[in-house]
């Protein structure tokens, strides 16, 4: 399945002076690094899923140059654009632009790196409706000793922040949370609160540690966050232990005053059951096809045998449905249901 396209730009930063040679030729024709090596800008990691596009960008100051890209030893592009098509997961790894300088005929090169993770492991949880005002949808897996979160929603960037909440007893208040958004100028945070005796009150923890940001983005009113959180973190009285079972709330579209002060969010669910994120289901198990169903409105159509139905919602991620006869469900498979979120 082809998924939507995720665009990685990559330039130069200043690196260490080239190599050394003894050619007296290259010696009078010295090389200016700063110039000379691909420039990075934004984000050099990524994680994606099976199924889905990705296209890096290798960019140089000097049009001059030929730039190419390398994977594992290999040429498999011969200009800036490198495009990954309905990836799989050998394709994992770090991809190598390269730029030839033609006159000294010296390379600079700069790497990014793809994950993609088992899709076996990845659990799901999605909330949309027609025209996406309220979507949300998160991703995770275990990684290590880590939790793997993506994350995206409806969002403004710098003006909304977005977020996952854990839960022992399946009540907003005391829980742990985890807020992210994406600021004017393209950078992006993420932060470690906790709620108060009043779901008003989201605190920003003393201790920021243990929670590190991978990748985020703001495109088309949606707001994307990938981020770890280490699943045996203790720093905080608030945190969540995350090697042990939580229910799970999902937030959006709280307002983002200042770094330091967030307001509610407008939209909250939470996971009927309670959620183990470090263990890896062989398949989507019966509590994320029931979060499913209660997370956003149900939506009925009736049809003979061999009769066509249109569902009233476009597709682009899996979910389960349920075909009804009487009192029995037949489960009909994996089918792709809302749109694409970027």
């Known amino acids: 399945m082809g998924g939507p396209a995720i665009v990685l730009l990559i330039f130069s930063a200043s690196l260490a002076a080239a190599a050394t040679t003894k050619s007296p030729e290259l010696k009078k024709d010295k090389i200016d690094t700063e110039t ?6 934004g984000q050099s990691r ?20 030929k730039l190419t890209w390398w994977f594992d030893g290999e040429l498999i592009a011969t200009s ?31 790497a990014a790196s793809l994950r993609i993770p088992d899709p076996q492991c990845v659990s799901h949880f999605i909330h949309a409706e027609p025209g996406n005002e309220r979507y949300y949808r998160a991703r ?26 854990f839960s022992r007893n399946g009540s907003l208040p005391f829980s742990d949370l985890i807020v992210g958004w994406v600021e004017r100028q393209g950078r ?27 990748y985020g983005r703001t495109v088309g009113g949606v707001t994307r966050l990938q981020f770890r959180r280490r699943a045996d973190l203790r720093d905080d009285t608030h945190d969540a232990v995350l090697n042990d079972c939580h229910f799970f709330f999902y937030l959006w579209r709280g307002t983002v005053l200042s770094v330091a002060k967030i307001r509610p969010h407008r939209h909250a669910l939470r996971s009927e059951k309670r959620i183990c994120p470090r ?16 997370s956003r409105p149900f939506v009925q159509t ?7 139905v249109s569902l009233p919602f476009l597709v682009s991620d899996c979910c389960t449905i349920y075909i009804a006869s009487g009192e029995r469900r037949f489960d009909s498979g994996c089918f792709s249901l809302f749109p694409p979120a970027f």
Request: charge should be negative; include cysteine.
């Open 80 to 110: 800036g654009t490198l495009a990954l098509k309905n990836i799989t997961r050998d394709q994992a790894g770090t991809y190598t632009c390269r730029a030839v300088d033609p006159a000294s005929r010296r390379s600079y090169s700069t």
């Open 36 to 41: 000379s090596r691909p420039y990075i800008v």
């Open 188 to 214: 992006f945070r993420i932060q470690d609160r906790h709620v108060g005796a009043l779901e008003s009150q989201l605190v920003l923890d003393t201790n920021q540690t243990g929670l590190s940001l991978i």
């Open 140 to 165: 995770w897996w275990p990684e290590s000793n880590d939790v793997v979160f993506d994350i995206e929603a409806a969002a403004v960037a710098a003006k909304h922040w977005i977020g996952v909440g």
């Open 279 to 294: 263990r890896c289901p062989a398949a989507r198990n019966e509590t994320q096809v029931r979060q499913l169903a209660i």
């Open 302 to 308: 009736s049809a003979s045998v061999n009769e066509s």
């Open 46 to 65: 990524l994680y994606e899923h099976v199924g889905f596009d990705v296209t890096f960008e290798c960019a140089h100051a000097s049009d001059a140059v």
